[in-house]
């Protein structure tokens, strides 16, 4: 078992790679490589990374607890 500080600290990690890259993607599939997109990404990823890690502190705990069931 992961400590706590570890675990909340990988979190922060993981949404924030997560929020930027689902947002880069998502905004360059509906805007194509321009200055509009670069904007919208960034103006996005400051909205979703919050949301994304807060998610992640509920969405995480139930994942490790499916994965736990599954290979135990």
């Given at each position: 078992?992961?400590?706590k500080q570890t675990l909340i600290i990988a979190q922060i990690f993981?949404?924030?790679m997560m929020a930027f890259l689902m947002t880069g993607i998502f905004s360059f599939i509906e805007l194509?490589?321009?200055?509009?997109?670069l904007?919208?990404?960034m103006k996005h990823f400051i909205t979703a990374w919050p949301i994304?890690?807060?998610l992640?502190?509920?969405?995480?705990?139930?994942?490790?607890?499916?994965?736990?069931?599954v290979t135990s």
């Open positions: 078992m992961q400590k993981i949404s924030f194509g490589l321009t200055k509009v997109w904007y919208t990404w994304a890690f807060v992640s502190i509920f969405v995480g705990n139930l994942g490790f607890k499916f994965a736990n069931r």
